[in-house]
């Protein structure tokens, strides 16, 4: 096994970096980066502004597996090397069961991974600008929603330069996680539903977001869904889009630890 040796912040912002100098010409804004308190109690790491639909990712790390007392080679579900992701299994899987619910209103909602095998290769991607190429995203929709009470460990796996990933523990197959040099395209594939970024749109992305929290709390009353009540239930009338796709942010940052 090859950890490249970096933290999930690190990642992130390589991807982010590359993401904006790819997109220059549409970028309207700076990213919005929660703190680490608030990526763990959101549930998301970033939000990216840019003319068209919303994005939201979770960063995660990837491991390289090659030896062959790998689990999924040693019992013969892959014969090559593979990546590995795993998901936080604190708190019955927390994390991944509110960023589910935040993809169930936000489609666009991807975990976000490194796919490379050690850190030269990742200092080399980010100095070349070549890290969205050497990325994987892997959209939460086509991801299982995890029961409450599910405290298993469960990972995501592919293979390099290979679009299907795989969700396990009891392999799910997921035919349309993008590798890098996918990514752009896949962008550009949404621009059929890409609305001006104005105060209709920062109040529409905000409602759904809100409505995100509601269908979490309508299950579990988690005390940070409980202590963000000013973002909740404040009023947005009157105030200008940055500071209502803000709202957006805090609100992703703090209970679904996304960006």
């Not at 594939?189 to 509601?214: G, M, P, Y």
């Amino acid at each position: 096994m090859v950890a490249i040796g970096i933290s999930e912040f690190t990642f992130g912002y390589a991807f982010l970096f590359d993401l904006t100098l790819a997109n220059w010409g549409d970028i309207t804004a700076a990213p919005i980066l929660p703190s680490l308190q608030q990526e763990n109690n959101l549930g998301w790491d970033a939000s990216l502004p840019m003319q068209g639909i919303p994005y939201f990712y979770q960063f995660k790390l990837t491991e390289y597996l090659y030896h062959g007392n790998a689990e999924y080679l040693r019992n013969g579900f892959y014969d090559a090397p593979y990546y590995r992701i795993s998901l936080h299994r604190r708190e019955n899987n927390r994390q991944h069961r509110l960023l589910w619910a935040l993809g169930q209103q936000n489609l666009e909602t991807f975990y976000t991974a490194p796919e490379v095998t050690t850190r030269d290769q990742f200092n080399d991607a980010f100095l070349q600008r070549a890290m969205l190429q050497n990325s994987r995203m892997i959209r939460l929709g086509d991801c299982p929603a995890l029961a409450e009470t599910d405290g298993q460990q469960h990972v995501i796996t592919f293979l390099p330069n290979d679009p299907q990933a795989v969700f396990h523990s009891e392999p799910r197959h997921m035919e349309n996680s993008y590798r890098g040099e996918d990514i752009q395209t896949a962008y550009r594939s949404t621009r059929e539903q890409w609305r001006t970024i104005d105060n209709v749109f920062a109040k529409d992305l905000l409602d759904h977001t809100i409505e995100a929290v509601r269908r979490i709390e309508d299950i579990e009353h988690e005390r940070s869904i409980i202590s963000q009540r000013h973002l909740l239930e404040g009023s947005v009338a009157g105030l200008p889009r940055t500071k209502v796709l803000q709202r957006v942010a805090d609100l992703a940052a703090t209970v679904f630890g996304a960006t």
